[in-house]
């Protein structure tokens, strides 16, 4: 779960729902001042929201970027239905592919870039492109992700949260997780209040079906870095950015992933699983020379 460093939006973005053909999300959106250089479509992961990204609102537009931070469906503010179906790998792609069409005829080339669970959204997103004809966006990175399924040892503590979705409200699973790190004896950072407050509001806001399939998916993963090499390659520049430890994926993983794709490597020194709200002014400028 990121944690975001502050929940105050910067004087260049709003909150606003995006209406597209696949129906309305929730993002927060950040206007460049002078000229626009192209648009970003930002996926946040699994448990997280557009409020993973918010400290990249500011310098990313500062350098000329049209920004875009979205919940996915199931998330927070978003919300969806309780159907499997609509949090299926698939169908979150083709949601992806919805918001590119509108950030695209808002003018400018379309970055995307996925987080974590949100990485091998985006994927799928290119994958189910690439099948129809053009891709439609001018590049793809994908932060804090891996090429299959996640580390044994988180997957063991999502198959727990899966194993509790039918039995327990999302409020008695927060108290539980609080209860475990305060007996964990771990030194962890403490969120400043407004922060913690919005933790618990948005671990509430999430659609259970949504977690329970997306959580699935996660311990299951199948490795589809060939597919996408095969498909990117002369066709779209990829970037595999992450910080120097990863409780998801290996580090050593994703730069053998990066290896495969014939991506750009990016580590952040400082950042674990979340850079861009661990050390979100090197991830913007990253991001900003990639994109450029």
């Known amino acids: 779960m990121s944690t975001p460093p502050f929940l105050t939006l910067p004087g260049c973005a709003r909150a606003e729902r995006v209406v597209t053909a696949r129906g309305e999300f929730a993002a927060l959106r950040a206007e460049p001042a002078g000229p626009v250089r192209g648009s970003a479509l930002?996926?946040?992961?699994?448990?997280?929201?557009?409020?993973?990204?918010?400290?990249?609102?500011?310098?990313?537009?500062?350098?000329?970027?049209?920004?875009?931070?979205?919940?996915?469906?199931?998330?927070?503010?978003?919300?969806?239905?309780?159907?499997?179906?609509?949090?299926?790998?698939?169908?979150?792609g083709a949601d992806v592919r919805a918001?590119?069409?509108?950030?695209?005829?808002?003018?400018?080339?379309?970055?995307?870039?996925?987080?974590?669970?949100?990485?091998?959204?985006?994927?799928?997103?290119?994958?189910a492109a690439?099948?129809?004809?053009?891709?439609?966006?001018?590049?793809?990175?994908?932060?804090a992700t891996g090429p299959g399924a996640i580390d044994p040892a988180e997957a063991a503590r999502t198959k727990l949260l899966l194993d509790v979705l039918p039995v327990m409200s999302l409020e008695e699973i927060w108290q539980v997780m609080r209860q475990m790190d305060e007996s964990s004896g771990e030194s962890?950072?403490?969120?400043?209040?407004a922060v913690a407050e919005f933790l618990h509001r948005r671990w509430v806001?999430?659609?259970?079906?949504?977690?329970?399939?997306?959580?699935?998916h996660l311990v299951a993963a199948p490795d589809r870095v060939d597919e996408l090499a095969a498909v990117t390659?002369?066709?779209?520049?990829?970037?595999?950015?992450?910080?120097?430890?990863?409780?998801?994926?290996?580090?050593?993983?994703q730069s053998a992933m990066a290896e495969r794709l014939g991506?750009?490597?990016?580590?952040?020194?400082?950042?674990?699983?979340?850079?861009n709200a661990e050390r979100p002014a090197a991830t913007a400028e990253a991001l900003a020379a990639f994109w450029a």
């Not at 962890?188 to 209040?193: F, Q, S, T």
């Not at 806001?205 to 699935?216: C, D, E, H, S």
């Not at 991506?263 to 850079?275: D, F, I």
């Open 42 to 92: 930002l996926v946040p992961g699994f448990t997280g929201s557009k409020e993973d990204f918010i400290a990249l609102l500011e310098p990313l537009a500062a350098a000329g970027y049209r920004v875009t931070a979205v919940d996915q469906r199931g998330q927070y503010e978003t919300g969806g239905p309780d159907d499997a179906a609509a949090y299926a790998v698939d169908a979150l």
């Open 99 to 127: 918001l590119t069409g509108v950030l695209a005829a808002e003018g400018g080339p379309v970055h995307v870039l996925g987080h974590s669970f949100g990485g091998q959204v985006v994927r799928e997103a290119v994958l």
């Open 130 to 143: 690439a099948a129809e004809g053009p891709l439609p966006w001018r590049s793809l990175t994908l932060l």
């Open 188 to 193: 962890k950072p403490v969120p400043a209040p």
């Open 205 to 216: 806001a999430n659609v259970p079906r949504a977690l329970a399939v997306t959580g699935g």
């Open 233 to 253: 390659a002369g066709a779209l520049p990829v970037l595999v950015l992450s910080g120097e430890r990863d409780y998801a994926w290996p580090v050593p993983e």
């Open 263 to 275: 991506a750009r490597r990016v580590v952040v020194a400082g950042a674990g699983h979340s850079p």
